[in-house]
């Protein structure tokens, strides 16, 4: 049986290609989930999308990968910079966890310089655009494997 992986983003991430083109680009979040599905079929993992603007939505879907996923992808937006909540929900899941943003953080305001869930994180991509999903997705089956 596949193994399953969560692809969770935050908070205003359901605007992606529909605003700040510069910054996210032009890619849409449907079309980064379908993307990393057809990636994670070849890769013998299923990808489980979930997108929410609320921090204990996020939080309660990490709860339900402690039964259902073997590893997490997550860009979990602003609430990176700010949530020790979601650094404690991850800290409670067993399987791998990488942490992707799409802009170069480090390239921005000092603010988002500082990560809480790098501290939980095997790997974290940034600047990569939309393909660090997708760059997420082949780390996790290695670490998978
Ligand atoms: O670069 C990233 O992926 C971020 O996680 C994106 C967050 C930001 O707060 C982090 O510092 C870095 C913001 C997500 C906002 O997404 C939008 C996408 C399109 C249009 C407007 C917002």
Redesign the pocket.
């Known amino acids: 049986m596949m193994k399953t992986i969560y692809l969770l983003n935050g908070?205003?991430?359901n605007?992606?290609g529909?605003?700040?083109p510069k910054i996210?680009g032009r890619e849409t979040l449907e079309d980064v989930l379908r993307d990393c599905t057809a990636l994670g079929q070849g890769l013998g993992l299923a990808v489980e999308g979930f997108q929410s603007n609320h921090e204990g939505a996020i939080i309660d879907k990490i709860h339900e990968a402690r039964e259902k996923a073997a590893g997490i992808v997550i860009?979990?937006?602003?609430f990176?910079?700010t949530s020790v909540a979601i650094l404690d929900a991850l800290n409670a899941f067993d399987g791998p966890v990488i942490e992707?943003?799409?802009?170069n953080?480090h390239k921005?305001e000092s603010f988002?310089h500082h990560s809480y869930v790098s501290l939980r994180a095997e790997g974290v991509i940034?600047g990569l655009g939309t393909e660090g999903y997708q760059a997420a997705i082949r780390r996790l089956a290695t670490l998978l494997a």
Do not use: C, E, F, W
């Open positions: 908070p205003n991430l605007l992606l529909k605003r700040q996210y860009n979990p937006g602003a990176t910079h992707v943003h799409i802009s953080v921005r988002r940034a």
